[in-house]
């Protein structure tokens, strides 16, 4: 079983459609939870943690489901500038967020004019 | 705003060769990593790094690599005799204590 598994896209959209993200991840031990943009040979981008209360920021809302061990992105509204990767991304044996990273493949968005 | 910085920027070398990529991490942070990504593929974790000692690391991290942070700022990758498939992008990242992590642009790392 995959560590982090990610729809696998890609996902193209109309500006100011609405985007959903899902992922699962398979270690129960994972403490923290992130998304991560990815820009075509680019480094990885911290977008926003997840926590298990569900937080927003501006159009971007995360949730974390730790039974289920899912998460969610969902981008409101999208904009030209939204066209990236987004990677899941949970911590991995040491847990917490000092621990090493493990990634998702990613899902590619393309927002169209 | 404090980043991460890498150099150079891409590497090219001859299989056999050895190589340093090098990383300053942001000044305050305590934690820091070697991630990689081969090209069309997911970034993959190499190492951890705290307290001037490899605090983790991965089965991709054999004998062949190493990790050293000469001074206090800068943070280097050693791969002693490059293979093929070492060829990827190389990040480094580091990671204020109980923060999330933040990667440098990374170094093309293209073994010929």
């Known amino acids: 079983r995959k560590e982090v598994e990610q729809d696998p896209g890609p996902f193209n959209v109309p500006e100011g459609a609405t985007v959903a993200f899902n992922c699962t991840y398979s270690n129960s031990a994972s403490q923290s939870f992130f998304w991560y943009r990815q820009d075509c040979r680019k480094e990885p981008k911290l977008l926003m943690s997840v926590y298990s209360s569900g937080n927003e920021d501006g159009r971007f809302t995360a949730q974390l489901n730790r039974a289920s061990q899912y998460i969610s992105l969902l981008i409101r509204d999208s904009k030209l500038s939204d066209s990236a990767t987004y990677l899941c991304v949970v911590t991995g044996n040491y847990g917490g967020s000092q621990g090493n990273l493990i990634f998702g493949k990613g899902t590619k968005l393309s927002v169209k004019p | 705003e404090p980043e991460v910085t890498q150099t150079p920027s891409h590497q090219v070398t001859q299989m056999g060769q050895e190589v340093i990529l090098r990383c300053v991490p942001i000044s305050n942070h305590l934690y820091f990593y070697w991630y990689r990504q081969i090209l069309g593929q997911k970034v993959e974790f190499l190492v951890s790094?705290?307290?001037?000692?490899?605090?983790?690391k991965s089965e991709i991290f054999d004998d062949q690599f190493s990790v050293e942070r000469p001074d206090g700022s800068n943070f280097t990758l050693k791969i002693r005799s490059t293979k093929l498939e070492d060829s990827a992008m190389y990040f480094c990242a580091s990671n204020p204590r109980g923060h999330e992590q933040y990667f440098g642009p990374g170094t093309r790392l293209t073994v010929t």
């Open positions: 790094f705290y307290n001037n000692e490899i605090s983790e």
